[in-house]
């Protein structure tokens, strides 16, 4: 069966900081990957998606950006967080049109 | 520009009630929708899909709806139980050749014993 990992569950960084965030996908090959943000009590805001090693597509200009260096791991970055930045982080994938998310990150910048 | 919208931020219930949870959408190009449920803390746990070409879909204890007509969508939770508090999205496909889902902002379902 399939599962996505994240790591870390939580997070606190002081602003300014840089920010690395993994998300991993097993029991599949070639997913689609997506990251999204979820701002407290609020729905997902789709940020990156991939649809292969190396292809990155971004939804909205922001100070976050995506890699996936592997078939199965995509990774969150920032190089100076920003308070805005905080909020719960979902990693998902797809098979055959449904879309499964990761446990997510809550990132909270102070 | 199109999006996904629900029409109750928060759904009070008794435990035993049939709950029904409503989301409008505004793209008729969308072609898939799904249901999803997350409790706090959590990621989004799919619950029900419907595909376009369909207007009713049963699961366990869940009903979809799809009404193409009005660009309606809803989730029938069937003798709800405490267990099912949580935040209900509703989210729908653009079929462009790449699967990119936009969420309504969710309905939050309390179930009271």
């Known amino acids: 069966s399939q599962t996505i990992h994240q790591w870390p569950a939580t997070l606190v960084q002081p602003v300014g900081s840089p920010l690395s965030l993994e998300c991993t996908v097993e029991?599949?090959?070639?997913?689609?990957l997506y990251w999204y943000r979820q701002a407290a009590g609020r729905g997902l805001q789709l940020l990156f998606y991939?649809?292969?090693?190396?292809?990155i597509s971004s939804e909205v200009p922001q100070n976050l950006s995506a890699s996936r260096p592997q078939d199965r791991q995509f990774i969150l970055s920032s190089k100076k967080l920003l308070l805005s930045d905080s909020g719960f982080y979902l990693c998902?994938?797809?098979?055959?049109?449904?879309?499964?998310f990761g446990p997510g990150t809550r990132l909270t910048v102070t | 520009g199109e999006s996904v919208g629900l029409h109750l931020p928060t759904l009070s219930v008794q435990e035993g009630d049939n709950s029904i949870i409503n989301c409008a959408y505004s793209?008729?190009?969308?072609?898939?929708f799904i249901w999803y449920k997350q409790e706090s803390g959590k990621g989004p746990q799919f619950i029900i899909d419907?595909?376009?070409?369909?207007d009713k879909r049963q699961g366990q204890r869940v009903t979809v709806l799809l009404n193409k007509t009005v660009k309606h969508l809803s989730l029938q939770i069937a003798a709800t139980q405490p267990g099912d508090s949580a935040v209900y999205f509703c989210?729908?496909?653009?079929?462009?050749?790449?699967?990119?889902?936009?969420f309504g902002t969710g309905t939050r379902l309390l179930v009271s014993p």
């Open positions: 419907i595909r376009s070409n369909m």
């Open positions: 793209n008729s190009a969308s072609d898939y």
């Open positions: 991939s649809v292969g090693i190396g292809q």
């Open positions: 989210a729908e496909n653009m079929r462009t050749g790449f699967q990119k889902l936009v």
């Open positions: 998902a994938w797809t098979q055959e049109g449904e879309q499964y």
């Open positions: 029991g599949t090959s070639n997913p689609n």
